[in-house]
């Protein structure tokens, strides 16, 4: 890895631009400290550089060339390694509009920092070893998590569960390594390692990283979230179930068929999973223009979607037009909704809903969640969101305290030390020369430090971190 220079002291607004009732500029380097001093002067009188690590003082940014005030506020110390960056770091708060953010941004420039660039703060403290890779990029997660569920799995790795992990299969990789080394390089003097001792512990690696992979799938659907779209005939209720699961109205809802004419997409928590929502129009032959444009996107959204919640009227029946709706539908994740029980004789529906479960458990390749709903009355939605769950998670690990992977470059990361790690196990039971097995050891530790971040290229790093927002 190339060691980045970090002599330059950096700054950015730290706080969405807008209007808020504060805003945060953020200094960072060796120099921070300084920078400030020219910028910034303390109620106290007491010149920046000469503050206290960890405390706050108010005063005011000004610009260093004309010596006006910009603002006043309160300054923030960090002096290194207790700081996010893990150098010297200061934090003005000033009043949170554009232009005040923006003068303090310029006075701060001025007085000799530059203009961070999108995520540079966190690539600085990854950088000084504050935290490691897997930990950065939590902190993207942690800032992009749209449910307590997703922001529960970013703050674990942010934290260092999953590092601890792989930090931990790492280091029993290298140390059978090391031994296979000493004892070519000395066969006299080290004692073999017991090649049943060594296969025993690649073996108990290999579990190990195939346990984290199991969760790869949980950990994806928290972080990146899925999409369902409701899809059924005009007037089931299509758009009622979309208010009764968003628990407030915001699809337009008619005894008129066809008055969803475009698609309406709604972002929700269902049991903590980030749910993209998606209402369509009711699909049915129509020669209304903007009608049948919108039974186009409904299918379209259909065959993108992750999940298909397909909507019936219980009053109408488990009718001939109905199972020729499903029919199209038998290839996806499937909730069906028998819609409107409330319609119906209550001890019809037990009946109604064996027909159904009975003839899509003799089509379907998955078994379809199917459940029955009154979204007028606001009824089984609870268990609609247990069926939306419960499909989405179908064959993934359950949910562990434990390491999880959640992001598709740690997933790859690991299946490649899997899969080196695999070969190493058939080269030790074959009872093939150590050099060759090292080969696939190495490869292994490796993929595994990519990770964390040990072993990346720069581009890598350069990706990872330009996601990232300026300021963070
Ligand atoms: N009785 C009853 N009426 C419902 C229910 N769900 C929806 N409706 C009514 O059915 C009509 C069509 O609903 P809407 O949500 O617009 O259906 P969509 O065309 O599938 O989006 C409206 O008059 C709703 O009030 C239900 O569970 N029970
Ligand atoms: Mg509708």
Redesign the pocket.
């Known amino acids: 890895m190339v060691i980045t220079m970090l002599d330059d002291t950096i700054t950015a607004i730290a706080t969405p631009i807008g209007e808020g009732g504060i805003g945060v500029i953020r200094i960072s380097g060796k120099r921070a400290l300084n920078v400030a001093g020219e910028m910034f002067r303390t109620s106290s009188g007491v010149p920046v550089p000469g503050l206290p690590t960890h405390t706050a003082h108010y005063g005011h940014a000004i610009d260093p060339l004309s010596d006006e005030q910009i603002d006043d506020g309160v300054l923030t110390v960090f002096r290194a390694p207790r700081s996010y960056t893990g150098e010297d770091s200061v934090e003005i708060s000033c009043h949170g509009g554009i232009v005040p953010m923006r003068r303090v941004l310029e006075a701060a420039m001025r007085a000799g920092a530059r203009l961070a660039e999108p995520g540079e703060f966190t690539k600085r403290a990854f950088l000084s070893g504050r935290i490691d890779l897997a930990q950065a990029e939590a902190v993207l997660d942690i800032i992009r998590a749209r449910t307590d569920e997703s922001l529960r799995v970013a703050r674990m790795q942010f934290e260092g569960v999953l590092s601890t992990r792989i930090r931990m299969l790492r280091e029993d990789l290298v140390e059978i390594m090391a031994h296979i080394e000493a004892s070519i390089d000395f066969p006299d003097d080290v004692e073999e390692m017991e090649s049943s001792r060594m296969t025993e512990s690649i073996r108990k690696a290999l579990m190990g990283m195939a346990a984290l992979l199991e969760t790869s799938n949980r950990g994806k659907i928290y972080r990146e979230g899925i999409s369902a779209v409701i899809t059924?005939?005009?007037?089931?209720?299509?758009?009622?179930?979309l208010?009764a699961l968003l628990r407030e109205s915001r699809?337009?809802?008619?005894?008129i068929?066809?008055?969803?004419r475009d698609v309406i997409e709604e972002s929700l928590s269902i049991k903590g999973i980030p749910v993209r929502t998606i209402?369509t129009a009711?699909v049915r032959e129509t020669k209304d223009v903007v009608e049948r444009m919108g039974v186009d996107r409904a299918q379209k959204a259909v065959e993108e979607a992750d999940v298909v919640i397909a909507?019936l009227d219980a009053e109408q029946g488990f009718d001939d037009d109905a199972k020729d709706f499903l029919s199209g539908l038998l290839e996806k994740k499937l909730v069906v909704v028998l819609?409107?029980?409330?319609?119906i004789r209550e001890d019809s529906i037990p009946e109604l809903l064996a027909q159904v479960r009975g003839w899509l458990l003799d089509r379907c390749a998955e078994e379809p969640g199917v459940i029955t709903?009154?979204?007028?009355?606001n009824r089984g939605i609870e268990a609609l969101e247990d069926a939306i769950a419960g499909i989405v998670l179908m064959g993934s690990a359950p949910k562990a305290e434990g390491a999880m992977i959640s992001s598709l470059r740690h997933r790859q990361a690991i299946d490649e030390a899997h899969t080196s790690l695999a070969q190493a196990l058939l080269t030790s039971q074959f009872g093939m020369p150590l050099d060759l097995l090292t080969v696939d050891l190495r490869a292994a530790v490796d993929a595994l430090g990519r990770i964390t971040g040990e072993t990346v290229s720069e581009d890598v790093i350069d990706r990872i971190f330009s996601e990232f927002c300026i300021g963070k």
């Open positions: 059924g005939r005009p007037n089931v209720g299509k758009s009622s179930l208010n699809a337009i809802v008619t005894p068929p066809g008055t969803t209402d009711g909507v819609n409107k029980t409330d319609l709903t009154s979204a007028s009355e």
